[in-house]
């Protein structure tokens, strides 16, 4: 059976360097496992709406929106890996990125009902934190979020690769290496 991955993009800027860096990271996956499946999903350009915090998913573990992060919930649910690339903004996640992480939500209540046993297995997911560089705070809120949202879609961030003041594509290798 072939082996689903799936690149996530967090920028908002199309063409921008975590773009190309989740373009050439596709190129590299693809050429490097033949044969498997390897999509890529631009979620910062998605226009996802964010959370409202009104708790409905809680009982149908269903946002009661119906938009792009549809596609997104299907794709993480089909994906054996995860790939991501994320401008760091002021420490953290652009907010476009940032409501997709948020709408991650109904997750949490999916597991949370869900007896120990029953649960899906941690898929282990690599994230490549991209930035100018000069913010004295760093990118370690931006992985917090990341890893924390992630892991109720039964994602474990495994690896961090930072870019930080340099061009990504020097890191491109590390970041998809595997375990």
Do not use: N
Request: net charge neutral.
């Amino acid at each position: 059976m072939a082996t689903r991955r799936t690149v996530i993009c967090g920028s908002p800027h199309a063409g921008g360097a975590s773009q190309r860096a989740c373009g050439e990271a596709v190129e590299l996956l693809e050429k490097r496992f033949p044969g498997d499946a390897v999509q890529m999903i631009a979620a910062g350009r998605l226009g996802v709406e964010g959370c409202v915090g009104c708790d409905a998913c809680r009982d149908t573990h269903r946002c009661f929106r119906r938009d792009a992060m549809d596609g997104v919930l299907e794709a993480l649910a089909a994906s054996d890996e995860l790939y991501l690339a994320v401008p760091v903004y002021f420490a953290g996640a652009p907010s476009q990125f940032k409501a997709v992480l948020d709408r991650l939500q109904p997750l949490y209540w999916k597991w949370a009902d869900t007896p120990r046993g029953d649960r899906v297995p941690f898929r282990p997911a690599r994230l490549m934190v991209i930035g100018g560089g000069g913010d004295p705070h760093g990118f370690e809120p931006l992985v917090g979020s990341v890893r924390s949202a992630l892991a109720v879609a039964r994602f474990s961030v495994e690896r961090v690769e930072a870019s930080i003041g340099d061009d990504p594509r020097g890191h491109i290798r590390a970041w998809l290496e595997a375990r």
